[in-house]
């Protein structure tokens, strides 16, 4: 037991000082440049036939499911591949609360290839800003470090200054979906002087999407007509 723990953390030490050598999950040697080995790699499930709009698993056949069809949301589309549960979760928690910023890579990189489905790219990257304060105290922007890794796979522009949060917001644990549309209702503020017409707002997880679509509104609101959401994973609809 404790031999295969001394080999797991000295694969993350590895992998965080030099990239390339051992597994980050499993600490068996790769093959290949990645952080994870093929095994684990697939470990980190991605969703089935995800719905464009709401990027859960679309029962029916075409590209928008039932409840969206019924009801867009704001957005014109939505890519968050992963399932927000197993070695996923575990690795998002460990990233956002452990500061565990080497598991960044291994997760964007499974996601990337969801990217490309699309013949039309976004023109920048937008991360969801975290207020100054909460940005000091924590040390680092969970949806920036995953916008370095996909603004350097795409060759897409990052934009940090665009948008920016105005008031820090209690946390959107445990808030039900209306809650959470009123908690973070005024709090972005959007600057397009530099006139995008499509973008991409980044984030970690998409839970229930207050977060993105008021983001999404105050965008729309500032001359952006296609929105896309980018996020790692996708928490399903109870
Ligand atoms: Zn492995
Ligand atoms: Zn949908």
Known sequence: MSGRYVRRALAKFVNTLFAPGLCLACGCELSGTGALCECCSQRLALVPNPCRYCGQPNPVAGSVCPPCLLNPPRWQRLIA???YRGLTRDYLQQFKYSEALHL??????RCFESFHRFESRPEVLLPVPLHRRRLLERGFNQAEEIAIQWSRESAIPLDRRALTRLQSTPSQAGLSAVQREKNVRGVFS???RRGYHHVAIVDDIVTTGS?????TRVLHRG???FVEVWALARAYRE
């Not at 960044?104 to 990189?109: E, M, S």
């Open 81 to 83: 591949p992963l399932q």
């Open 104 to 109: 960044v890579r291994p997760l964007a990189g």
């Open 190 to 192: 959007f600057d397009n």
């Open 211 to 215: 977060t993105v679509g008021e983001i």
């Open 223 to 225: 001359g952006v007509e």
